[in-house]
């Protein structure tokens, strides 16, 4: 494929997160019964008017600052018509002539270097009803039918399914952080068009492209990229030609089929929506939205490796959710150890994610609890184990640990003295082992400590325990 290069782009509509449709007041909500959440106007009757949703534009507006793109202070709305089931109206309100935002772009990692993919445009549209196929007939959902729609063009930047997915991941990333949209896949609410054609290396002009239409899965976009550009590259190299034409990606045999060429295309005749006014912004309605973004992701884990002292790998995966992000930042502020918060975090605050299945915002662990415990730690008060054993009660349960630890009576015994004791227990129950040790068996020392751990009902500081069987085992040898 090296005599060959790949040029793709893509066309990215994403759900944004309002409690409303964009034209009408019918509220959106997944997975409900068919056809409860609509009205004259989102089933397209004649005469039905549509009122624009503001914070669907304010989500798009937030959408093309986060990406750096030129915000248009005055933008209007065009008729895309065309007939198909899921679309009463026979039109979609979308823009054409003067979208929201223009420009932009994300920077994508590829192996070893950073690489900006440039955005043409995002413009503000709505979505159509659903298709649901039945045995012997199908049906129509408009539920779904004006959910506010913003679509995201980039450039022909991309020269890879690889860096195609670096890009959704990014776009995704930056667009949950900012609340925009919760780009929840299996839900629909991020589906891509893509555009990709190939050309022998010398030529200049982009070859013919062929179009993927709207794919809801990363590894269904990449699979149908790799099909396609082998498919293109075949003919290519067999001498033939690329018809330019739409094709549709099928996941159970994993090809692309052609649905129809550039001859049948669709003319969608667009022209200005004459119900809606245009949207005009002016420069204090920008500045006020502007100054609510949040940090882009990237910029937040250079900050964070600054500001914490942690490695790039470690804020990678504490940045890579915004909630995990907040709460290691605040945690960290205040126990004032970002490794060791970062080792926390990553390892045990994880893993009990995992285990319970829940998020930091279902769980009743704060930071400060946390910080709290880390400290316990650190100071000697309580051992390791049994801080993994508070983590998880405090998790599900809530609570202060310096509380729970002074109620139970957690704290690790670090007390020679009592330790000495449980030492003397041990060594007189366990002669056999202490024998076995000084014939050369040196594991018996670890079953010393860990019956001395058990006799202390786990609070034993086993750091002391294994320093005085140490010597206690060479003492009397
Ligand atoms: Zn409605
Ligand atoms: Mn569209």
């Not at 935002?101 to 445009?121: A, D, P, S, Y």
């Not at 940090?295 to 804020?315: F, H, K, Q």
């Not at 400590?449 to 609070?459: A, D, E, F, I, T």
């Not at 750091?463 to 010597?471: C, G, H, S, Y």
């Amino acid at each position: 494929m090296n005599d060959l290069l790949v040029t793709i782009g893509l066309e990215t509509h994403v759900h944004l997160k309002t409690r409303t449709k964009m034209f009408c007041g019918c509220r959106l909500e997944f997975g409900v019964e068919p056809n409860t959440h609509v009205c004259p106007v989102c089933l397209g009757y004649p005469g039905a008017l549509p009122v624009m949703n503001g914070e669907a534009i304010h989500l798009t507006v937030t959408a093309g600052l986060m990406l750096g793109c030129e915000i248009n202070r005055y933008s209007t709305f065009d008729r895309k018509n065309y007939f198909y089931p899921d679309m009463s109206k026979n039109y979609q309100i979308s823009q054409q002539a003067k979208p929201l935002c223009l420009g932009g772009g994300v920077w994508i990692e590829t192996g070893q270097e950073r690489k900006f993919i440039r955005i043409n445009h995002i413009h503000q549209e709505e979505d159509a009803g659903k298709i649901i196929h039945y045995a012997r007939y199908s049906g129509v959902d408009f539920n779904r039918c004006g959910t506010p729609l913003m679509e995201i063009v980039s450039e022909p930047d991309l020269a890879s399914p690889d860096e195609a997915m670096s890009y959704l991941q990014s776009l995704k990333q930056i667009l949950v952080y900012a609340g925009v949209s919760d780009c929840n896949l299996e839900e629909g609410n991020m589906r891509s068009d893509v555009n990709v054609s190939v050309r022998p290396s010398g030529q200049k002009e982009l070859g013919t492209r062929t179009e993927i239409k709207n794919m809801n899965t990363f590894k269904g976009i990449y699979a149908a990229l790799e099909y396609e550009i082998e498919r293109q590259c075949a003919i290519v190299r067999k001498g033939g030609t690329i018809v330019q034409e739409t094709r549709r990606w099928d996941p159970d045999i994993g090809e692309t089929q052609s649905m129809r060429t550039k001859e049948n295309a669709h003319d969608y005749r667009y022209f200005p929506e004459p119900d809606l006014v245009p949207v005009t912004l002016c420069e204090d309605q920008i500045a006020r939205w502007r100054a609510t973004l949040p940090e882009l992701p990237s910029a937040r884990r250079e900050r964070m490796m600054a500001e914490y002292g942690i490695p790039e790998y470690d804020a990678g995966v504490l940045a890579d959710e915004k909630p995990n992000a907040d709460f290691f930042e605040r945690c960290a502020r205040i126990c004032g150890h970002g490794k060791v918060v970062a080792n926390w975090f990553m390892t045990d605050v994880m893993a009990v994610m995992n285990e319970t299945g829940r998020t930091l915002a279902e769980s009743a662990l704060t930071p400060e609890a946390l910080a709290e415990l880390i400290t316990l730690v650190r100071d000697g008060a309580i051992n390791g184990a049994t801080a993994k054993q508070l983590l998880l009660e405090l998790f599900i349960e809530g609570g202060s640990p310096a509380k729970i630890v002074a109620e139970r009576g957690l704290a690790q015994v670090s007390d020679a003295a009592a330790l000495e004791e449980f030492i003397k227990e041990v060594f007189a129950a366990n002669q056999k082992s202490v024998d076995d040790y000084r014939a050369g068996k040196k594991a018996a020392a670890g079953y010393l400590v860990g019956q001395v751990m058990k006799l202390s009902k786990g609070k034993a500081d086993p750091k002391l325990v294994n320093t005085m069987i140490a010597r206690k085992l060479a003492e009397n040898n």
